[in-house]
T-cell receptor
Framework: DQQVKQNSPSLSVQEGRISILNCDYT??????FLWYKKYPAEGPTFLIS?????DKNEDGRFTVFLNKSAKHLSLHIVPSQPGDSAVYFC?????????????FGKGTKLTVNP | DVKVTQSSRYLVKRTGEKVFLECVQD?????MFWYRQDPGLGLRLIYF???????EKGDIPEGYSVSREKKERFSLILESASTNQTSMYLC???????????????FGAGTRLSVL
């Protein structure tokens, strides 16, 4: 039973364009969401997060949008750069439920072409 | 900056061997986690620890055990390594004092384990 789904295993975009990575979840108890970025042979690096009391959080080129009614979040990268090429993981946790655990999606491999 | 250090980047072991994976964090974090990452499966939680000498099973604990004798160190033990435990192993830590309002885990660089 996959609670966090990233339905696109890969995404390819041109440098300078927008990258949109999507994530769906099924557990309505999830109230805190994170995006991690992972380069090959390295550990995941925290990128940006959002609490369920918000619908948008922005940090430089990265913006995360949350649609609670649709149980959907997305990560927008504008403009995309070749250095953004990596695997992106969506993760969720149920803070109000007292859980420290993060539930991860399977990841989306982003390739930004020069 | 938070630093999570895993003792080995690459490890090759034989079937049946006992394997120790070590993880050290330098930020006095209470919580520590062990995951494995496999292609197409994402990150799956093996074990986690709330604090020293405390441990909880994650989603895939079979074939593994853990040890947390000191706050900064969390060890993953493969009692008798098998080929299906060939994987990338990732350690993470998190501060409890920051509260769950900021449930950010910080990861080490990973250990690529091959069991032959």
């Amino acid at each position: 039973d996959q609670q966090v789904k990233q339905n696109s295993p890969s995404l390819s975009v041109q440098e300078g364009r927008i990258s949109i990575l999507n994530c769906d979840y099924t557990n309505s108890m999830f109230d805190y969401f994170l995006w991690y970025k992972k380069y090959p042979a390295e550990g995941p690096t925290f990128l940006i997060s959002i609490s369920s009391i918000k619908d948008k959080n922005e940090d430089g080129r990265f913006t995360v949008f949350l649609n609670k009614s649709a149980k959907h979040l997305s990560l927008h990268i504008v403009p995309s750069q070749p250095g953004d090429s990596a695997v992106y993981f969506c993760a969720a946790s149920a803070i109000a439920g007292g859980s420290e655990k993060l539930v991860f999606g399977k990841g989306t491999k982003l390739t930004v072409n020069p | 900056d938070v630093k999570v250090t895993q003792s080995s980047r690459y490890l090759v072991k034989r079937t049946g061997e006992k394997v120790f994976l070590e993880c050290v964090q330098d930020m006095d974090h209470e919580n520590m986690f062990w995951y494995r990452q496999d292609p197409g499966l994402g990150l799956r939680l093996i074990y986690f620890s709330y604090d020293v000498k405390m441990k909880e099973k994650g989603d895939i604990p079979e074939g593994y055990s853990v040890s947390r004798e000191k706050k900064e160190r969390f060890s993953l033990i493969l009692e008798s390594a098998s080929t299906n435990q060939t994987s990338m192993y990732l350690c993470a830590s998190r501060s409890w004092t920051s509260g769950l309002a900021k449930n950010i885990q910080y990861f080490g660089a990973g250990t690529r384990l091959s069991v032959l």
